[in-house]
T-cell receptor
């Protein structure tokens, strides 16, 4: 119940295309869902996050869609660029200051020029 | 943006030796974390630390691991007797309130030979 599932494992997208990464969770106590971007040799960096009181959140080219009843959420990267090539991790936690995050296994995104 | 600083960036140690990984978290944050990422795999929670004591730890965080914040600034992870399977990237993180995700450090790559 602590798992967060993530798919696909890897994704190749042409420049200008839409990248879509999906995550699913089981634990209904989770109510904070961030996405992290990680470049090789670097720590994960917070990209965007959502709480279940909204179904969608957009920041620039990045959008999170959230389906509370299905316990699923997804990251959409519009107009994907080669600089977006990285590993993306979804995560979940109870919305409590001290709670640790459970991370998905990651999606390696490659955006072709 | 405030940073979480980790040292060293890379450490090589012989099996059975003790290592100490250091982190200087964001000064006004109260919760601190250590995570581990084995090469190519997901980010795994090790331990959270609040008010000078461990608030939560995972199964990975066995008796070989310890954390402390001796001077109110540096936050350290000690591995008493390293094993080959401890080879991984170790990330320190701090959290700045309910509206924020973690801020991760850039990590320490530990190689046990």
């Amino acid at each position: 119940q602590q798992q967060v599932k993530q798919s696909p494992q890897s994704l190749i997208v042409q420049k200008g295309g839409i990248s879509i990464i999906n995550c699913a969770y089981e634990n209904t106590a989770f109510d904070y869902f961030p996405w992290y971007q990680q470049f090789p040799g670097k720590g994960p960096a917070l990209l965007i996050a959502i709480r279940p009181d909204v179904s969608e959140k957009k920041e620039g080219r990045f959008t999170i869609s959230f389906n509370k009843s299905a316990k699923q959420f997804s990251l959409h990267i519009m107009d994907s660029q080669p600089g977006d090539s990285a590993t993306y991790f979804c995560a979940a936690s109870p919305d409590n200051y001290g709670q640790n995050f459970v991370f998905g296994p990651g999606t390696r995104l490659s955006v072709l020029p | 943006e405030p940073e979480v600083t980790q040292t060293p960036s890379h450490q090589v140690t012989q099996m059975g030796q003790e290592v100490i990984l250091r982190c200087v978290p964001i000064s006004n944050h109260l919760y601190f974390y250590w995570y581990r990422q084995i090469l190519g795999q997901k980010v795994e929670f090790l331990v959270s630390f609040y008010n000078n004591e461990i608030s939560e730890k995972s199964e990975i965080f066995d008796d070989q691991f310890s954390v402390e914040r001796p001077d109110g600034s540096n936050f350290t992870l000690k591995i008493r007797s390293t094993k080959l399977e401890d080879s991984a990237m170790y990330f320190c993180a701090a959290r700045g309130g309910l509206n924020y995700g973690y801020t991760f450090g850039s990590g320490t790559r530990l190689t046990v030979v």
